[in-house]
């Protein structure tokens, strides 16, 4: 029998992680409708503080990996600078989308096209070299 993966070319990926993903992805499209419809605009959240801190250490965390992960020309900087494109993008979206004050969104906007964003697509630049690189080792 003949693995999606092979037509593909990847042997290292399982036949059933295509179809396990796809069918994740079309799952959450009713749920995503169902939480735009029932969740309130407002929320209070106990632990805020720790979630925003704690979600900024995470980030920190990353991009010092994507550092050393150049620094020393490793393998992991692909993945390293995938996840941290991806830890900027969704900081980017939340501070906007939560900014409660017209200050707090100004200053949520111009660190979003200014530091995220940019800083986002260098990683995925960074991710994309990367791959390259090790695609010809």
Do not use: Y
């Amino acid at each position: 029998m003949l693995r999606l993966s092979q037509v593909k070319g990847n042997s290292s990926v399982p036949a059933w992680v295509v179809p396990l993903f796809a069918l994740s992805a079309i799952v959450l499209v009713p749920t995503v409708v169902l939480l735009f419809v029932v969740l309130p605009s407002t929320h209070q959240s106990e632990h805020w503080d720790i979630a925003w801190s704690g979600f900024d250490v995470m980030l920190a965390l990353m991009l010092l990996a994507v550092a050393v992960t150049a620094w020393r020309s490793s393998p992991w900087l692909e993945a390293a600078a995938a996840a941290a494109a991806t830890l900027l993008l969704v900081d980017a979206w939340f501070d906007v989308l939560t900014a409660s004050t017209r200050s707090e969104l100004v200053l949520a906007l111009v660190e979003a096209v200014f530091v995220e964003l940019p800083l986002a697509l260098l990683c995925v630049w960074l991710a994309r070299g990367a791959e390259r690189f090790w695609a010809t080792r």
